[in-house]
């Protein structure tokens, strides 16, 4: 599988979703953070981040990709919001989906 982007970038971009995973894990013992890569169907690169926490409460998904939103007591609420505009300056796309217990950050480039 070959990747064209800038490597500190999806680096970062990366770094931001699993910190964000392991902190909704963070009081959890069975806590689960997959990673997943692949290539779809339209020859597209698919990496997923996976978690198991409670979710994102359905009225702040359209929220959490908006520059200074958080939910944390320390957050600065940047994170999700830059990672987008990397990936949409590669051309490609971050979304999620999120129900209590199985939250999928889905990056396709």
Do not use: C, Y
């Amino acid at each position: 599988m070959m990747l064209n982007a800038d490597e500190n970038l999806m680096s970062q971009v990366i770094i931001n979703l699993v910190r964000n995973s392991w902190e909704a894990l963070r009081n959890r013992e069975d806590g689960n953070i997959a990673l997943k890569a692949f290539v779809n169907e339209n020859q597209q690169t698919v990496i997923s981040v996976v978690d198991n926490g409670p979710g994102i409460p359905p009225e702040l998904l359209d929220k959490i990709f908006v520059p200074f939103f958080t939910t944390r007591e320390n957050g600065s609420g940047i994170g999700l919001s830059l990672s987008r505009q990397i990936m949409r300056l590669h051309g490609g796309s971050l979304t999620v989906q999120s129900v209590p217990g199985h939250t999928s950050f889905v990056i396709v480039l």
